[in-house]
């Protein structure tokens, strides 16, 4: 969220405050999806990032967004507004660090080709026997742990399928006891996507097993609803 106003803070959310780009930083805004994409990519090197209900903001270097031209995003520079959580705000409502404020700032150019990556894998068309091949092979039965590399991988590859899955309009979600359930089942997806409960290379081996084998379970939950909207999907071709 970006804005002209100077005013110190954001009524209804505690020591949330309108901050000025292009002095300390500069940002790039992104819608959402795009931008856990990119997250993903970036990896170590996403720096800082502020996420709203529908947006999402790379921090980066003063002055590196003057020139910024790129589809799906814009860069915030000098005139330019960001709405900045308090610093130890890391879960919703209302803004909060995704990625928190005390990381380096991100380098531009690498959230530019983050971006654009995305973009092109969000326009590819989502392969479903790919995506239960996937879901298979972490929840194929094992005498024993996979190598960690695998578990990796295969985390990695249900990430990606799980988050196009979320942004397919699956019907209202706040009219009765269904749409309570697909909120909650979202909101249940989107936790166990946060970059926080994210396994990383200090993760034991078989905590990352475990959430890889979780993830696999949501991902095939929600490819069934998808299939369910598009029941020609699994129809032979001729």
Do not use: C
Not at 87 to 95: E, H, I, L, Q, V
Not at 149 to 159: Q, W
Not at 183 to 204: C, D, G, I, K
Not at 225 to 231: D, N
Request: no cysteine; proline share 8%; charged share 20%.
């Amino acid at each position: 969220m970006t804005t002209g106003s100077r005013n110190a803070g954001i009524p209804g959310f505690a020591d949330t405050r309108i901050a000025a780009a292009g002095r300390d930083w500069d940002a790039v805004r992104t819608d959402r999806f795009l931008g856990l994409q990119a997250v993903d990519s970036l990896g170590a090197a996403a720096g800082p990032v502020i996420v709203e209900p529908a947006r999402m903001y790379f921090l980066v270097p003063p002055g590196s967004t003057r020139a910024w031209r790129l589809a799906g995003s814009k860069g915030l520079g000098e005139n330019d507004h960001v709405v900045l959580p308090a610093a130890d705000r890391n879960t919703p409502p209302g803004p909060y660090w995704l990625l928190g404020p005390d990381r380096p700032l991100a380098v531009a150019d690498g959230v530019r080709r983050a971006l654009e990556r995305a973009a092109a894998a969000a326009l590819a068309p989502l392969d479903l026997e790919t995506v239960q091949q996937d879901i298979d092979h972490a929840l194929s039965r094992r005498v024993e742990l996979p190598r960690r590399s695998v578990i990796d991988a295969g985390t990695d590859a249900l990430v990606g399928h799980l988050r196009r899955l979320l942004e397919f309009n699956f019907g209202p979600v706040d009219e009765g006891k269904v749409g309570a359930s697909m909120r909650t089942l979202q909101e249940l997806a989107e936790r166990n996507l946060s970059v926080p409960v994210r396994p990383t290379q200090r993760t034991n081996h078989r905590a990352a097993y475990v959430y890889w084998h979780t993830l696999a379970t949501l991902t095939g939950t929600f490819r069934d609803l998808y299939v369910a909207h598009h029941p020609a999907l699994l129809e032979p071709s001729a």
